[in-house]
Structures are given as structure tokens and as C-alpha cells.
């Protein structure tokens, strides 16, 4: 058995999914759009938008598709356990940019480097560089 994260985005899957292939290291394995699964029924302007997408980033898989009038993420957070300080630092700059930062990168009683935050995409990240 495992457990998989699926994200519902507002018409920027395929953008979101690109940035973190790019951005984190990640590998899209999987990206059909709404016109792929000739959904009559889809409106003109959704049919280049993503009915599934599948990306790796450090092990584990997060799925996610664009579903008219999602809504982005609000108590729910993807958490990335990073292998350096530095690292840490560097992907915070790169998701805080254009976005949300709820708790800015610092130090904790529990790790080196932990910051909250909600990139452009709508996504909530908690990046963590453990003690």
C-alpha cells in the first residue's frame, strides 16, 4: 500500500507541475489533458487543461488535475524535508516567490531551517531542514 497526494488546481496544473520538474528536481511521468480524454462536455477554453498529471519529487508521487473553481490548499501542506540548510534556503526563495509566506524561513527548537508558505501555484509548502 501507499499513500499519494492529489492537488485540485484552478487551470494551472500543467504550469505548477513544469515549475517543481524544473525547480525541485522532480520527473512528470504522467500529463493528459481534458482534450486527450475527449471530454465532449469540457468548454473550448478547458480543453488544453489537465484531467491528470502525475509528478515524482524526492520518492513520492503527487498527482493533480485542473478542476474549474478549485480552490487552493488551506489546511493542508505538502512538506519537504530538505538535505541541507542551503538547499533549504534556496527552494524557499524559489516557492516564496509570487506567493504567500505564513512563517518565514528560520531557525526552530525542531530544525535548522522550517518555513510555511503558499507558491503561486496555490500549493502550501512546509520546507524543513532537520537538527
Known sequence: ???????????????????????LG??????????????????DDWKTKIVHARIEIGGAVLM?????????????????????????????SLLSDGGEIFMKMEETNFASRFAMLRDKFGTSWMLLHER
Open 26 to 43: 522532480g520527473k512528470v511521468t504522467s500529463m493528459l489533458t481534458h482534450e486527450q480524454q475527449q471530454n465532449p462536455n469540457m468548454p
Open 1 to 23: 500500500m501507499k499513500l499519494d497526494i492529489y492537488v485540485n488546481y484552478p487551470g494551472n496544473c500543467e504550469q505548477a507541475f513544469r515549475f517543481y520538474e524544473q525547480h
Open 64 to 92: 493533480g488535475a485542473d478542476i474549474p473553481g478549485a480552490e487552493s490548499m488551506r489546511s493542508a501542506y505538502l512538506s519537504l524535508r530538505l538535505d541541507t540548510a542551503t538547499e533549504a534556503e534556496r527552494i524557499y
